[in-house]
Structures are given as structure tokens and as C-alpha cells.
């Protein structure tokens, strides 16, 4: 009867042995989920990025197709694109030069539960044309 006794695991070894792959399972899925939000706004600021890279480069190409000289308007205008609305704000900036303007450039997620959320600012130097 000593042998039977002998075989197997006892009741506590199993809880312990639950307990530990409870506990690894936890940490496994909080560190993913983790994972997954940090992509999804990775996503958005890699987007929100090449966006206003090509806004940028819109306003080079009709500066030279136009021959249009400086601007000091402050524009907004609104992109919607799979389902997500964005918001490129162009601001021109003060400079002492006169061969060149600051624009700085902002593009902001517009989220009607959560509000606006600011992705990416870029300054840039324009040149005036005279």
C-alpha cells in the first residue's frame, strides 16, 4: 500500500503548479494587449507623419506651379480616410528673414468620444519667392 500512496501529484503540488500558469497567463496577455495599443498608435503617428509630409510637399509643388509668394493665412481643413477624420492645421510663424517663412504644420485625430488627439507637429522653412 506504501507504493500507492507514492504515485502521482499531491492536491497542494497541483494548486501551486494552477496557480503559477495562472499567474504566467496573466502576464502574457497584459503584455500584448500592451503591445497591440502601442502598434495601433504607432499606426496613427506613422500616418498622421506621411500625411503632413505630403502636405508639405502640396504646397512646394503649387508654390512653383503658381508662383506664389509667401502666405500668412492660418488654414484648417479636415481628411477623412478609412473611417478616421484628421485635421492638418498650417500656421505661419514670425521671421525676421525675408528669403525665407516658418509654416508650422500640426495634424490632429479627431475622435468625437475622446476628443482631439494631437499626432504630429512639423516646422518648416518655405522659401519666398520674389
Known sequence: MNRLFKRGFTLVEMMVAIAILAISAMIIYSSNSSAIRHQL???DTTFGHWLLLNEIEEEKFRRVAESETESDIHTQRQITIAD???Q??????ETDSDLVELIEYSIELIDPHTGNHLIDRITTMMP???
Open 41 to 43: 498608435s504607432l499606426e
Open 88 to 93: 492638418i492645421t498650417r500656421e505661419p510663424l
Open 84 to 86: 478616421k477624420t484628421y
Open 128 to 130: 519666398i519667392s520674389e
